[in-house]
C-alpha cells in the first residue's frame, strides 16, 4: 500500500468550462479599454502580452499537457514572421497569404522534427529544438543580402490604428483557448495528459504515441508561427531578435508561474509578466533577475502556478473528503 | 485448442547477463496459464518483450497466428495482447474515469460504449466510489485495481498480468481473483505473474516455471509444483 501515496496533491484541473470562461471574460474586459481612454503605450503593452501569451499557450499544450519540452517557441515565431516577410519582399505576397504561410510553413517544419525525434524519449526534442532555434537565428542574422542581418525586414502594416491590432490579438488569444479548449475534451486531450502522465503506460494501452506526439508538436509550432506572423506586421519590422532564447525563457516563465497544465495559466502569466516588467523596466534593468527568481521560487514552491493553486483550493472544497473518508477505513481495516 | 500465442526461443540480454534464455511455450484459447520462477528470473523481462515494450534479442513471439515482432507496444495493444505492470503506471494526475476513458477509447470505443464499459469495471472491481477521484489519490492496492481495470476495457485476447495480487489487501485480491476466474471462465486467456502459491494454484490450471531465464516446468499446476527442479528453484539446492 506504500506505492506513490505520497503524492496527495490534488493536481489542477487542466482545462474546464470555468476556466474558459474567466479567460475570455478577461479578454472581454481588456477589449473596452481603448475606447476608454487607455493610452497607444499601454495598448502597445498588451498586445505584446497577448503576443506572449499565445507563445505561452502553445509551449503549454506541450509541455504542461504533453510532457514535452521544447525551446523554440520564440525561434518558430520568428520563422513565421520571417515567412511573411520574405514573401512580401521578394514576391510581393499580401499579409492575408503570408501570415497563413508562416503558420504552414512552422508547422511543416514542426511535423519533420516530430518525425525526426518523437520517436526517441528523452532530451532530444530539448537539444534539438535549442538547435533549431539558434540556428535559424544565426541564419537570419548572417545572411544580410537577403535578410539584412539585425536591420530587418520592413513589413507593411495591417491597420493604421493600433487599437485594431489591439483587437486584433484578443480575437486570436480568445480561438485560440477556444481551440484548445475543445481540443482537450476530445479523446486527443485524454492521450496527451496520459503520455505525459506515463508514457510507457498509455503504449503499453494502446495509446499512439509518437502519433500524438508529433501531432501536438505540428500544432504548437503552427501556431507560434501565427502567432509570430501577426506580430511581424504589428511591429513592422521583422529580425532575428523575435527568435532570441531570452524570448523563450520568458515566455517559460509566464507558463509556470500562471500554471503549467491550466488552461487559463499561460494567460495570466503572460499579462503578469509583462505588465509588470514594464514596471520593472522603470526601475531599471532588474527584470533579468527577478523572473528567473520567481520561477525557481515556483517551481520549489509552487508548481501548480497561480491558477492551479486557485483551481486545488475550489477542488479541495468539492466532493474529496468522501474519497478520503473510505481510504481512511481501509487503512485502519489492514492495519 | 488452436494456439492464441507462440513464443519461440525468446532471448534477451543485458550486457552479460543473459536475462531470458530461449524461452518457448505456446498458450491456447481461453487459456489461464501461471508464470512462476524466482526473483530475478526473466517473468517480467517475457512479458516487456511480448507487449513490444523490449526489443528480443532473438526469437519469435506470434499472437492468433500473426508475428507480433517488430510491431510497436501500442500496436500490439490494440492488436489484442495487453499488459498490466508490476510496478503500477497509471495516469496519478488524471481522475479514475479519465484513466479508464484513455484506454478506451485509445482502443476504439465511442464516448457511450467507453462510459458503459467503465462504469461496469469499477462497479465489479468495487471502486465506483472513486470514480471521479485522482489517481494519485487512491491506495497502492486501489491504483493496480485501476490499472486492472483498464486492461479489460476491451476484452483483450489475451492479458498479461504482472504480480497482480502483490501487496494488495486480502478482500481486494479476493474481487481480482474473481474477476480473473469469472472472466476466464467466459473465455478469457491470461498469463498471470505471481509469487502467491495458493492463488496460482487455486486459479490456473497450467503453470509454467522459469529460472535463470529458462522454462525449468511446463504443464499441470500441481505437477509443476511437484517437479523437483521447481522445488530446488526456490527453496534452495539443499532442501530435502
Ligand atoms: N532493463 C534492464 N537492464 C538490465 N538488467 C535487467 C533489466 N531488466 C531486467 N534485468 C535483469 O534481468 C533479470 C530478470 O529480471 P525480471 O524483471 O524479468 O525478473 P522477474 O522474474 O520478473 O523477477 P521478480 O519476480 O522479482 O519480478 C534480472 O536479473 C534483472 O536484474
Ligand atoms: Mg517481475
Known amino acids: 500500500m506504500a506505492a506513490r501515496v505520497s503524492s496527495l496533491r490534488r493536481p489542477a484541473a487542466p482545462t474546464s468550462r470555468t476556466q474558459l470562461a474567466i479567460a475570455l471574460l478577461m479578454l472581454a474586459a481588456l477589449a473596452p479599454l481603448p475606447t476608454l481612454g487607455l493610452e497607444i503605450y499601454w495598448q502597445g503593452v498588451v498586445i505584446t502580452s497577448l503576443y506572449y501569451a499565445m507563445l505561452a499557450t502553445n509551449w503549454n499544450l506541450l509541455a504542461g499537457y504533453t510532457g514535452l519540452f521544447s525551446l523554440a517557441p520564440a525561434g518558430f515565431a520568428m520563422l513565421g514572421a520571417y515567412v511573411t516577410a520574405l514573401l512580401w519582399t521578394y514576391a510581393g505576397v499580401s499579409p492575408l497569404i503570408g501570415i497563413p504561410s508562416g503558420a504552414i510553413v512552422c508547422a511543416v517544419v514542426g511535423l519533420i522534427i516530430g518525425i525526426l525525434t518523437l520517436r526517441l524519449s528523452g532530451p532530444y526534442l530539448a537539444l534539438t529544438t535549442l538547435a533549431l532555434a539558434e540556428i535559424l537565428r544565426v541564419i537570419a542574422l548572417n545572411s544580410f543580402d537577403i535578410t539584412r542581418g539585425e536591420i530587418g525586414l520592413e513589413v507593411p502594416a495591417l491597420f493604421s490604428h493600433q487599437s485594431s491590432y489591439y483587437y486584433m490579438f484578443i480575437v486570436a488569444v480568445g480561438c485560440l483557448l477556444i481551440g484548445l479548449h475543445w481540443l482537450l475534451g476530445k479523446p486527443c486531450g485524454l492521450y496527451l495528459r496520459a503520455i505525459r502522465n506515463d508514457e510507457t503506460g498509455a503504449r503499453a494501452r494502446g495509446v499512439r504515441t509518437v502519433f500524438w506526439k508529433v501531432f501536438a508538436f505540428t500544432i504548437s ?13 504589428y511591429v513592422i519590422i521583422v529580425s532575428p531578435s523575435i527568435g532570441h532564447l531570452l524570448v523563450t525563457g520568458l515566455v517559460m516563465s509566464m507558463v509556470v508561474l500562471g500554471g503549467m497544465g491550466t488552461l487559463l495559466g499561460p494567460l495570466v502569466g503572460a499579462l503578469l509578466v509583462n505588465v509588470s516588467s514594464e514596471y520593472l523596466r522603470a526601475a531599471g534593468d532588474y527584470q533579468h533577475i527577478v523572473f528567473p527568481i520567481i520561477v525557481i521560487v515556483f517551481a520549489r514552491f509552487c508548481r501548480e502556478g497561480l491558477v492551479g493553486r486557485i483551481a486545488m483550493m475550489f477542488n479541495a472544497r468539492a466532493g474529496v473528503n468522501a474519497a478520503r473518508g473510505s481510504r481512511t477505513t481501509e487503512v485502519l481495516a489492514s492495519s | 485448442m488452436s494456439d492464441l500465442i507462440v513464443v519461440e526461443d525468446l532471448t534477451k540480454r543485458f550486457g552479460s547477463l543473459v536475462a531470458v534464455d530461449g524461452v518457448s511455450f505456446t498458450i491456447g ?66 481522475t479514475v474515469i479519465e484513466n479508464l476513458l484513455t484506454a478506451g477509447f485509445a482502443l476504439g470505443l465511442d464516448k457511450r460504449q467507453a462510459t458503459e464499459r467503465a462504469d461496469e469495471l469499477l462497479a465489479d472491481l468495487k471502486i465506483l466510489a472513486y470514480r471521479e477521484a485522482f489517481a494519485s489519490d487512491l491506495s497502492g492496492g486501489q491504483q493496480k485495481l485501476l490499472e486492472f481495470a483498464c486492461c479489460f476495457m476491451k476484452a483483450p485476447k489475451i492479458a498479461l498480468l504482472d504480480e497482480p495480487f502483490a501487496a494488495i489487501h486480502p478482500t481486494m ?12 471462465a467466459a473465455g478469457q486467456a491470461y498469463i498471470l505473474v505471481s509469487h502467491d502459491m495458493p492463488i496460482v494454484i487455486d486459479l490456473c490450471p497450467r503453470a509454467i516455471c522459469l529460472a535463470a531465464g529458462s522454462v525449468l516446468a511446463d504443464g499441470p499446476t500441481d505437477e509443476v509444483l511437484r517437479e523437483p527442479a521447481v522445488i530446488e528453484a526456490y527453496l534452495g539446492p539443499n532442501h530435502s
Not at chain 2, 485480491?173 to 476466464?184: E, H, I, K, P
Open chain 1, 221 to 233: 509550432s503552427g501556431f507560434c508561427g501565427l502567432a509570430g506572423a501577426l506580430f511581424a506586421h
Open chain 2, 29 to 94: 484459447e481461453g487459456e489461464l496459464v501461471g508464470f512462476l520462477g524466482p526473483n530475478g528470473s526473466g517473468k517480467t523481462t517475457v512479458l516487456n518483450m511480448m507487449s513490444g515494450l523490449l526489443r528480443p534479442d532473438a526469437g519469435r513471439i506470434s499472437l492468433s497466428g500473426a508475428n507480433v515482432g517488430g510491431m510497436t507496444a501500442d500496436r500490439i495493444a490494440r492488436a489484442g495482447m495487453i499488459r498490466m505492470f508490476q510496478l503500477t503506471r497509471i495516469y496519478p494526475e488524471m
Open chain 2, 173 to 184: 485480491r479476493q474481487t481480482l481473483a474473481d474477476y480473473v476466474r469469472g472472466t476466464n
